[in-house]
């Protein structure tokens, strides 16, 4: 393969990826809980890895919630709210190969192929981002609900908002869940 073909297939893998990097969303919920009784929520303990992400957590949750009705209260909702952000390395190695020469098969020498050619191995890092999210109801303070969602974190602050608000109503875009009798 020469090296306007490795390069094509370099950006071809990276425009995939890219258009394939959709956060992981998961959301559970107790199916004993009557979220028709829920209407107003408080902000318990938000625990952020960085303090400006707090406020922007808040923020797009009020946001999903208020579209789904839900009012808050600075205490004594009918519902807490925690919620905690994570961040975390991860590795990936990608080896490209070059010259396969004659390919697979047996030679004149009775071995495989003639010149296997060279490959190439590269690391990259990244930083996945965690969000985890948990509703109690406040008298009991048993757990009704969790939405978590991960995604790959960008350099720029203005993406990572924009896949936080992004993914935030992904999370909530079944909520309340209809408890089936």
Same mark, same amino acid.
């Given at each position: 393969? !020469? ?10 893998? $990276? *425009? ?16 004993? $809980?009557?979220?028709? =009784?829920?209407? %107003?929520?408080? &902000?318990?303990?938000? =625990?952020?890895?960085?303090?400006? +992400? ?7 949750? $009020?946001?999903?919630?208020? $579209?789904? #009705? +839900?009012?808050?209260? /600075?205490?004594?909702?009918? *519902? ?9 390395? =991860?590795?990936?190695? !990608? %080896? ?7 390919? +697979?098969? &047996?030679?004149? +020498? #009775? ?6 050619? %060279?490959?190439?191995?590269? /690391? ?7 969000? *985890?999210?948990?509703?109690?109801? %406040? ?5 009704? &609900? ?13 993406? !990572? ?6 993914? *935030?109503?992904?999370?909530?875009? =079944? ?7």
């Amino acid at each position: 393969m !020469n090296v306007k073909y490795r390069v094509l297939f370099s950006m071809a893998i $990276a *425009v995939l990826a890219a258009t394939a990097s959709l956060a992981e969303v998961k959301t559970d919920y107790d199916r004993t $809980a009557d979220f028709s =009784h829920y209407k %107003t929520y408080s &902000w318990g303990k938000v =625990h952020t890895q960085t303090p400006l +992400w707090g406020d922007r957590i808040q923020a797009s949750v $009020a946001s999903a919630l208020a $579209a789904k #009705g +839900w009012t808050e209260v /600075e205490s004594g909702g009918d *519902v807490s709210i925690m919620a905690m952000e994570m961040t975390e390395d =991860h590795r990936t190695l !990608n %080896t490209y190969y070059d010259n396969f020469g004659g390919g +697979w098969g &047996w030679r004149r +020498w #009775g071995g495989f192929g003639e010149g296997f050619g %060279t490959s190439t191995t590269t /690391e990259e890092t990244y930083k996945v981002g965690t969000l *985890v999210v948990d509703l109690f109801e %406040t008298n009991t303070k048993k757990l009704i &609900w969790r939405g978590s969602a991960s995604d790959t974190l960008s350099d720029k602050s203005d993406k !990572n908002i924009k896949k936080l608000n992004s993914d *935030v109503q992904r999370m909530f875009d =079944h909520f309340p869940p209809e408890v089936k009798k």
